[in-house]
């Protein structure tokens, strides 16, 4: 079953906007992961947050996790035209990860 | 640290060749995947290894693929005979924190069948 859907499935927005982007899966996880894809590259790991955590931050990163509504959010501060990619989150409960389609995030100068 | 190797990056072959792809994960990691990517269904896992042995090959589409890791080291994914479904990108990924850790992806193999 698809353990990862994010929405929307593009985002605009200008250099110094925040970005928020959510996911929601189906089933209950043992941890809950974002990655970034820029164009033409392959995924890179963003951060982790596991099932009995709440919220985390990294750098202009902030995940949080609600396992009673099955969702979880990115939020990136003060975007970047660098910051212009495809976001996926990838949900794993004692197996392995199954990746949602993403959002598109476009960040214009 | 190199990284995973995948190569080749960019091939295009006609229908009913046989396409091999090719993948070094990174040195100690002992779990390695491999992904395919389509604009119509996302990234999708066909297999995964643990220890060079295959664990769950259920997401392999059919037996026209097939996927060996022969040592810790290596790994292949091969399509015979390729058709035009099956482009796509197609990424290897290992990690050595447990099949639900973080995966380091390679850069991937953009296969076109024509």
């Known amino acids: 079953s698809q353990q990862g859907e994010e929405d929307p499935q593009a985002l605009s927005i200008q250099e110094g906007e925040n970005a928020t982007m959510n996911c929601s899966y189906k089933?209950?996880?043992?941890?809950l992961q974002w990655y970034r894809q820029n164009s033409g590259r392959g995924l890179v790991h963003l951060i982790l947050i596991r099932s009995n955590e709440r919220e985390k931050h990294s750098g202009r990163l902030r995940v949080t996790l609600d396992t009673s509504k099955k969702s979880s959010s990115l939020l990136i501060t003060a975007s970047r035209a660098a910051d212009t990619a495809s976001y996926f989150c990838?949900?794993?409960?004692?197996?392995?990860?199954?990746f949602g389609k993403g959002t598109m995030l476009l960040v214009s100068p | 640290d190199a990284g995973v190797i995948q190569s080749p990056r960019h091939e295009v072959t006609e229908m009913g060749q046989e396409v091999t792809l090719r993948c070094k994960p990174i040195s100690g990691h002992n779990s390695l995947f491999w992904y395919r990517q389509t604009m119509m269904r996302g990234l999708e896992l066909l297999i995964y290894?643990?220890?060079?042995?295959?664990?769950?090959d259920s997401g392999m589409p059919e037996d026209r693929f097939s996927a060996k890791m022969p040592n810790a080291s290596f790994s292949t994914l091969k399509i015979q005979p390729s058709e035009p479904r099956d482009s796509a990108v197609y990424f290897c990924?290992?990690?050595?924190?447990?099949?639900?850790?973080?995966?380091?992806f390679g850069e991937g193999s953009r296969l076109t069948v024509l």
């Open positions: 290894f643990n220890n060079n042995v295959p664990i769950d």
């Open positions: 089933t209950s996880i043992n941890n």
């Open positions: 990924a290992s990690t050595g924190t447990g099949v639900a850790g973080e995966l380091f």
């Open positions: 990838a949900g794993s409960g004692y197996s392995t990860l199954t």
